[in-house]
């Protein structure tokens, strides 16, 4: 079992910028993939970035790349994202995931229903 609980959301100006946190509390920190998707009003959920067990690879989504960047520390048991330059179209709820059927030092999958554990989710406006 994963308990994941998102923050750092909120209301910014385009070219703001935000991190968000995922604190994770359960199985050990270090042992699974972590991935950030969102989802705008009437869109589907869609993948953002991912980042493997040991924080040595991550990936992003096109529209994010140069912009975002994740990590994680394996000791606070959480994962971030880092967003610049912030954009109107980033504006979606952000939820970050967890994959605890990977092995190795993998990235997690870009799809949603790769991942085991979900957070609840936290609000990012970006007014233009």
């Known amino acids: 079992q994963v308990q994941l609980v998102e923050s750092g959301g909120g209301l910014v100006q385009a070219g703001d910028s935000l991190r968000l946190s995922c604190a994770a509390s359960?199985?050990?920190?270090?042992?699974?993939?972590m991935g950030w998707f969102r989802q705008a009003p009437g869109k589907e959920r869609e993948f953002v970035s991912t980042i493997s067990r040991n924080g040595a690879n991550t990936y992003y989504t096109d529209s994010v790349k140069g912009r975002f960047t994740i990590s994680r520390d394996n000791v606070k048991s959480t994962v971030y994202l880092q967003m610049n330059d912030l954009k109107s179209e980033d504006t979606a709820v952000y939820y970050c995931?967890?994959?605890?059927?990977?092995?190795?030092?993998?990235?997690?999958?870009?799809?949603?229903?790769?991942?085991?554990?979900w957070g609840q989710g936290t609000q990012v406006t970006v007014s233009s």
């Open positions: 359960g199985r050990t920190f270090g042992t699974y993939a």
């Open positions: 995931a967890a994959d605890l059927k990977l092995f190795g030092d993998t990235l997690g999958p870009s799809v949603p229903k790769g991942y085991d554990y």
